[in-house]
């Protein structure tokens, strides 16, 4: 069974950091694209980043560039976001999920980790 | 970037009514669209992806047309734990946009 377990979410002052982290489990991790997907509070959907199977190549929106860098460790079958300069804006569920096998898009999600920036 | 508009915003029907949700991109993504169900409180799961290819596991009352700039998802009978609500996602450009969502509400 596919499993996405992500972990680091917390409360953090705008201006400050923090770093998520997603294992997965039940398929071969390193032979998928890895997202990252956010939804603020009652809002919509977002893509924030994805990284390609050997970690070369990295996309952004461009809200997150500059501040965000996604990472992945295929030995610990494990996904992460760095987020620095955290805005308020930023605040939001951070779903880890598996790229599409030879198609953009995204198949397994994580439950979610949430992120709070307030002072 | 890639917008994505998703019409009705939300709409009331009742089980076994057949559902339309229609999204329009800006510019064309040939079939690169995918349909997604959120509940409340859980992640999204895919339904649709390539325009009109059910992903594994989606009854087959879930169906995907459209090409270009014009999709929709119908759900030909409507069952109680379909209530929920849908999102489009172009993957045609990075970033990957997803449309507002259509909330599917009981009349």
């Known amino acids: 069974e596919v499993q996405l377990v992500e972990s680091g979410g917390g409360l953090v002052q705008p201006g400050g950091s923090l770093r998520l982290s997603c294992v997965g489990s039940?398929?071969?991790?390193?032979?998928?694209?890895m997202n990252w997907v956010r939804q603020a509070p009652g809002k919509g959907l977002e893509w924030v980043a994805n990284i390609r199977q050997d970690g070369r190549e990295k996309n952004y929106v461009d809200s997150v560039k500059g501040r965000f860098t996604i990472s992945r460790d295929n030995a610990k079958n494990s996904l992460y976001l760095q987020m620095n300069s955290l805005r308020d804006e930023d605040t939001a569920v951070y779903y880890c999920?598996?790229?599409?096998?030879?198609?953009?898009?995204?198949?397994?999600w994580g439950q979610g980790a949430l992120v709070t920036v307030s002072s | 970037d890639i917008q994505m508009t998703q019409s009705p915003s939300s709409l009331s029907a009742s089980v076994g009514d057949r559902v339309t949700i229609t999204c329009r991109a800006s510019q064309s993504i040939r079939t690169y669209l995918n349909w997604y169900q959120q509940k409340p409180g859980k992640a999204p799961q895919l339904l649709i992806y390539?325009?009109?290819s059910l992903q594994s596991g989606v009854p087959s009352r879930f169906s995907g047309s459209g090409s270009g700039t014009d999709f929709t998802l119908s759900i030909s009978s409507l069952q109680p734990e379909d209530f929920a609500t849908y999102f489009c996602?172009?993957?045609?450009?990075?970033?990957?946009?997803f449309g507002q969502g259509t909330k599917v509400e009981i009349k």
């Open positions: 996602q172009q993957g045609y450009s990075t970033p990957q946009t």
């Open positions: 039940g398929f071969a991790f390193s032979s998928y694209w």
């Open positions: 999920a598996r790229g599409l096998d030879q198609w953009p898009g995204t198949d397994y």
């Open positions: 390539g325009a009109s």
